[in-house]
C-alpha cells in the first residue's frame, strides 16, 4: 500500500511559478512510476507529466510542456512538479498518483492513463489569476 499526500498548490497569478510536491508512504515507492493528472470542475482528470521509477523517462501534456517539470527523490519518497509561465487555464484540482505494474518498472517507462495508476493522492487546488 502506498499512501500520496500533495501540497505546494495555492493562488498565483499569470506568469508566476509554483511547485507541488507528493510524499509518500511506504518503502516502494522507489519502484513506482508516477504520474500528475489535474481536473476541473465538470470535465474529466486529465494527464500533465508522468515519470519513470528511476527519474530517466518523463512525459509531459503538450499544454504544458517547457512550462512544467517533473521529478523525483527516491531518498525522500517524493515527486515534484515544478509550474513556471502559470496560466489561468492550469487552474484546477492537481492529483498526483503511482503506478505499481511490473510491466511498467522493467521497462522503465510511465502510462499517461489515469486507469493505470494504483494509488491516489486527495489533491492540491492550484489557482492562477490573470
Known amino acids: 500500500q502506498v499512501q500520496l499526500e500533495e501540497s505546494g498548490g495555492g493562488l498565483v497569478q499569470a506568469g508566476g511559478s509554483l511547485r507541488l510536491s507528493c510524499a509518500a508512504s511506504?518503502?516502494?515507492?522507489?519502484?513506482?512510476?508516477m504520474g500528475w493528472f489535474r481536473q476541473t470542475p465538470g470535465k474529466e482528470r486529465r494527464f500533465v507529466a508522468a515519470?519513470?521509477?528511476?527519474?530517466?523517462?518523463?512525459g509531459y501534456a503538450n499544454s504544458v510542456n517547457g512550462r512544467f517539470t517533473i521529478s523525483r527523490d527516491n531518498a525522500k519518497n517524493t515527486v515534484y512538479l515544478q509550474m513556471n509561465s502559470l496560466k489561468p487555464e492550469d487552474t484546477a484540482v492537481y492529483y498526483c498518483?503511482?503506478?505499481?505494474?511490473?510491466?511498467?518498472?522493467?521497462?522503465?517507462?510511465?502510462?499517461?492513463?489515469?486507469?493505470?495508476?494504483?494509488?491516489w493522492g486527495q489533491g492540491t487546488q492550484v489557482t492562477v489569476s490573470s
Open positions: 498518483a503511482a503506478d505499481s505494474n511490473l510491466v511498467t518498472y522493467y521497462r522503465g517507462s510511465y502510462s499517461i492513463a489515469d486507469y493505470e495508476y494504483d494509488y
Open positions: 511506504g518503502r516502494t515507492f522507489s519502484n513506482y512510476a
Open positions: 515519470i519513470s521509477w528511476s527519474g530517466g523517462n518523463t
